[in-house]
Nanobody, 125 residues
Framework: VQLQAYGGGLVQAGTSLRLSCAASGRTLRNSVVGWFRQAPGKQREFVSAIRWNSQNTYYADAVKGRFTISRDNAKNTVYLQMNSLKPEDTAIYYC???????????????????WGQGTQVTVSS
């Protein structure tokens, strides 16, 4: 499966962005799709994930209540709606997918086999 992340940009603090992760080559059915981010000089960190079949969702504490992950079965696409953005949300955002995910490993970047190319999100204060 090929993943393409897009929708990033430069925005002011307090505003919103919606990221998209479009998949091709294989349906995302039976997968877990996650969003990760990496800021300059920092390690890649988990942001959110969705289990495709059940639509169960998972969030890092730093984004809970501000970000919402969802998926569109017909478009084979996962979205990350980001509201009330803060300067500390500035990072490159990556989407990733895995078809054999163990529940406890969902926040671990090493658990995902497929990755998109990343999209830059910059939040100015």
């Amino acid at each position: 499966v090929q993943l393409q992340a897009y929708g990033g940009g430069l925005v002011q603090a307090g505003t919103s962005l919606r990221l998209s992760c479009a998949a091709s080559g294989r349906t995302l059915r039976n997968s877990v799709v996650g969003w990760f981010r990496q800021a300059p000089g920092k390690q890649r960190e988990f942001v959110s994930a969705i289990r495709w079949n059940s639509q169960n969702t998972y969030y890092a504490d730093a984004v809970k209540g501000r970000f919402t992950i969802s998926r569109d079965n017909a478009k084979n696409t996962v979205y990350l709606q980001m509201n009330s953005l803060k300067p500390e949300d500035t990072a490159i955002y990556y989407c990733a997918a895995d078809f054999n995910m163990i529940q406890s490993r969902i926040p671990m970047s090493s658990a995902y086999d497929y990755w998109g190319q990343g999209t830059q999100v910059t939040v100015s204060s």
